[in-house]
């Protein structure tokens, strides 16, 4: 008795937790299906009924591609360099031995420790004065990265270190260098720490909004996704249908990764 | 390493072959690592140390010298009670809300779901959920849920209140509605952490506390916890020093430039500095203080909590 009291409470609990996560995202989806007036008498449930005119306005929309792919290209080159640089940093650590390499490890791990927001305005400046490249995509993807480094070399070193030891052994009688080994052995043989950081690096990469609001002026061509996202709903202030619809076809692929990553487990 | 510990002395001196491949692996394979957070994340910090001495409005060189200026404004009485107040109390309600609430939890849902069954796993998916989208997205949605007139919650509003009410304008109330977007979006990543470490704990150790008679709340207390404590660590630390860096939520839930009872210290360095007030050196003050507080809490936390478990520790093979 006790025990199915105990399942009835457990089950509640997650339910209701479970309703406190979905109703904002299914009131979100559906709230793109409504009219104004539809939304203020309904706000949550279905709609009465589907209107499909905003969200195909805004699929058709070639300033959503744009966001898309800006998005896409920026996420791209920052997961590539995260996983390079920082898998070819911490090799160094745990199949080489230097002098001060303790030191260059701690180091680099400097950057778990601290947010973006602390070095945000002098990035700024060098990107401005320095680099020049304000208003590209690569003022956001060279912070992101440099940021993203410590823990990907922390994830990469623990992982390395796993590795079988003879196999680095062997490698070196048969005359194959660190940096040989490196690429043809090490990086074959992490794909699944590779696939974690990228996976992790992608999300965080793709939902930026700092960095891009800060990096890039006012033209649209060039933002990304979040920026999108203020600016669409600066546009549309209380046109809550449309700015839903525009959210929800932000979601999209995000849900569909998650469950397309669940599913495959 | 045994290739290096048969060499002698001498001839590690001199440039053999094993030497000469070690040092250019060294030379090719680390310094675009070092170069990159070298240039975006260490010199930003000095940078930010210089221009904190300064007067400066982000453009031109650095000429008006301000010594500790700005520093001295950030923390003189009048000033501080109005601006640099709100983002310290307010960074502080979001540090502990994600430790006191947001992560016991994160534990008990954990200690729900860690079992392999498909009902489990579909809850932990949609509890996790929400961490994937963008803060901004996470925001947005949430200005709908709780808006006076066209929200989700209007009718509730509506009911208990007579009235249409905007907690999100509502100086008292506004900033809870942040913080329970806050566990909203972040609960499930954390629930995640734990999960992985609860599957590792031995199903033998827990048997055999069965057998001996514990109870469940016993082999949670005395088993389960102890032996996830790294995942828990782990996880703290990341809720600590991620309620330093609350920037996007705030935008999103409040809008571009947010009044001073909603800002944290993120959104302080962005308005003083980049945004409305352009005043670089205030701002450059303000994350050379928050830069401090990390660090500190930082290391004090790795060799104090971790220990042993520290990110710090030293290779095991070098």
Redesign the interface.
Known sequence: MNKYLGYIF?YT??SV??L??????F??FM?GFKT?GG??IN??GFPKEFHFDIYREIIGSATTWRYALNSLNIAFFTVVLVLL??S??A????????AG??F???????????????????????NNTFLHIFNTHWAII??Q???G?GSA??FF?GFF?QLP?ELF?AA?VDGI???GF?FRFILPLSTPILATVGVLTL?SS??S??LP??MLGTDKAVHP??LG??NY?GEFT?D?PR??AF?SV??AP??A???GG?VKG | ????STETKSARRKLSPGRI??L???L???P???L??T???????F??GL?SLYKYR?YGPLIEFNGLNNYIWIFTKRTFNAFFEPALRNTALLLATSVFLQLPLALL?AL??YKESFIN?L?R??????F??????SG???T??L?G????L??VYQKFLGAPYFILADKTWGFAALLLVLI?KYF?YHMIIYIAGLQAVPKELLESAQIDGASNLQSILYIKIPLISYAIKISLFFAI?GS??V??LI??LFG?SPPEAFQT??TF??EW??SRRQQ?GI??AA??I??LI??VT??AYQYFVMGDQS??R?????
């Open positions: 457990k609990f997650l937790l479970a406190f996560v979905l109703v904002p995202v009131a979100t709230g104004n939304l203020r706000p949550i640089l920082a070819m940093a090799f160094t650590f745990s199949h080489i031995k230097f390499q303790n260059i490890y701690s180091y680099l791990l400097l950057g778990l420790m601290f947010p973006l927001a602390v070095a945000i305005v002098p990035i700024f400046t060098i060279l912070p990265v440099a940021f480094l070399v922390l070193r270190e030891y052994e070196r260098g660190y940096v490196y999300v793709w939902n909004f700092l609001l800060i996704w979040p996202l203020m709903q209380v809550w700015i839903l959210i932000n979601l995000a849900v990764g998650l469950t669940a | 390493m045994a290739s290096i491949n070690r250019s692996a060294i090719i394979l680390l675009p690592a070092v990159l957070f240039v975006f994340v260490i010199l930003p910090v940078g930010a221009v982000g849902c729900m779901l796993n809850f998916l949609i509890i996790f959920l929400p994937i989208l963008s803060e901004i997205a947005l949605i949430w709908f849920m808006d007139r066209d929200g989700v209007a009718p909203w499930g020093l330093f860096q920037f996007d935008i999103g571009a210290f993120a360095i962005y500095g980049l670089y701002a450059s994350s050379i928050l830069f990390c660090i930082g290391f990110v710090f030293r290779s095991k093979r070098a």
